[in-house]
């Protein structure tokens, strides 16, 4: 049996929207100690609270690379409130799967985007449980 699917391969060796945003809504930061992976997460949000576009950019091992990737697939063109529900499991699925060992790449995913979130509804005044969830 395959140690990684053929999705995580995929979006390890041709990873989606990698790269930087100037003039980013929201920059969300997070790293992992232990294993020494750093994911950076820039979202453009529009008026309407759509994440117009999303890129990244990750230090760390194939299944993180791949995992940002898929996150940011799983996020772009939809709204603010569906990006905030984005959890590691949805980001894993849609990899079909990553090795037990690996989930943590899947929650950094999720935790670079909730801070970038964060930070959007940090420079719009607004707390990001804003909808009294």
Excluded: Q, W
Excluded at 99 to 114: F, G, N, R, T, W
């Amino acid at each position: 049996m395959a140690l990684y699917s053929e999705k995580v391969m995929e979006h390890f060796r041709n990873p989606r929207n990698v790269g930087v945003i100037e003039d980013a809504d929201g920059v969300g930061e997070v790293g992992n100690a232990k294993c020494g992976d750093i994911m950076k997460m820039y979202l453009k949000i529009n008026d309407d609270e759509i994440i117009e576009d999303v890129k990244f950019e990750t230090f760390g091992c194939g299944s993180a690379i791949a995992s940002s990737s898929m996150a940011t697939e799983l996020i772009k063109g939809k709204p603010v409130s569906e990006a905030m529900k984005l959890t590691n499991a949805a980001v894993a699925e849609a990899l079909d799967g990553l090795p037990d060992y690996k989930m943590h790449c899947s929650v950094l995913a999720e935790e670079a985007i909730k801070s970038a979130l964060d930070d959007y509804y940090s420079k719009n005044g607004e707390s990001a449980n804003k909808s009294g969830e």
